[in-house]
Nanobody, 123 residues
């Protein structure tokens, strides 16, 4: 069973930066794509970014392209989300997700989820 633990959230001013981390444990040899999603109050959870195990496939939501960068360190079983030029509309609970199946990166459906880390951007 895979466990995911996010960290790095916090309060930042508009234009600031944060780096989120997500550490995976249990079954990590079988993890393929990893991703970040977010959910703002009163809104549905939305896709932010995803990365394949080899980092050969990386995708972003249009709303974060050019500002956010996803990366991973398989030796540390960790995926990162570097967030720059943050905006108030980026405020949300950010979730890490992982799956054993490569298709997850296309279907946006992941089996394993973390508890989330809060990001708040003040105007």
């Amino acid at each position: 069973q895979v466990q995911l633990v996010e960290s790095g959230g916090g309060l930042v001013q508009t234009g600031g930066s944060l780096r989120l981390s997500c550490v995976a444990s249990g079954g990590t040899f079988s993890i393929n794509p990893m991703a970040w999603f977010r959910q703002a109050p009163g809104k549905e959870r939305e896709f932010v970014a995803a990365i394949s195990r080899s980092a050969g496939i990386i995708t972003y939501a249009d709303s974060v392209k050019g500002r956010f960068t996803i990366s991973r360190d398989n030796a540390k079983n960790t995926v990162y989300l570097q967030m720059n030029s943050l905006k108030p509309e980026d405020t949300a609970l950010y979730y890490c997700a992982a799956d054993f199946k490569n298709l997850a990166i296309i279907r946006y459906i992941y089996d394993y989820w973390g508890q989330g880390t809060q990001v708040t951007v003040s105007s």
